[in-house]
């Protein structure tokens, strides 16, 4: 049986958490963004002291960015690279759902008025016709969730636990079935912290999700 809906400081800090995860995987590794992951880490070692991401975003370094670059480009973009990880979920789902999996999920985000095109990436992100992508996944929750934590904020409980349903319907159906997967893999094939990290926190994300409505 599912539990309530979370209440604003559990929403916030899943949605915090989700939209940092999302960063990652749609944005370059710029020196901001490094800067950022290293007090983000740092931050996180506190509270969650027994996990081994925060430990790798607080030792993420923030000099020159190239080689990080280049890897996050192997990693997520390049299939010849040797250690590129497709970052799309019908690349890692059963096979005959493959092909229908990039529509159900663009269907669910026209259906909430999610445009991965307006969030705040680089333009050939924009133009990318896969909502299956990890980050546009983990930035959909976090916009339910967010959205979530508004309705409730305005007293409108009925709506806000329809997107509650919601939240737990898409990440058991979707994001759910193979992210952590993912992650695993991309904590013991990326050679840099930050991308260590980001392994290490999409499998921490989706482990304890389960948890709260399972």
Known sequence: MNR???NREEG???AGLLDFAADLYLNEPNS???ASCRSAGKSLIGIFPE???PEMFATVKTGPADEILQEYFDLFFVPVSGSYLSPFEAAHREKHLAPELPVLIGHL???AGFKPERLGIPSYMRSLKRPDHIGFEMAFLAQVLNSLLLLTADGDSQQADMLWETAIAFHSTYLGRWASAFG??????AESHLYRGLGGITQF???EFVRIYK
Do not use: C, H, K, M
């Open 4 to 6: 309530g809906r979370l």
């Open 12 to 14: 916030e800090a899943w």
């Open 32 to 34: 901001e963004r490094l």
């Open 51 to 53: 996990e081994a991401f």
């Open 109 to 111: 985000y026209s259906e």
């Open 184 to 189: 695993q893999r991309l904590e013991e094939t």
């Open 205 to 207: 994300i989706n482990r």
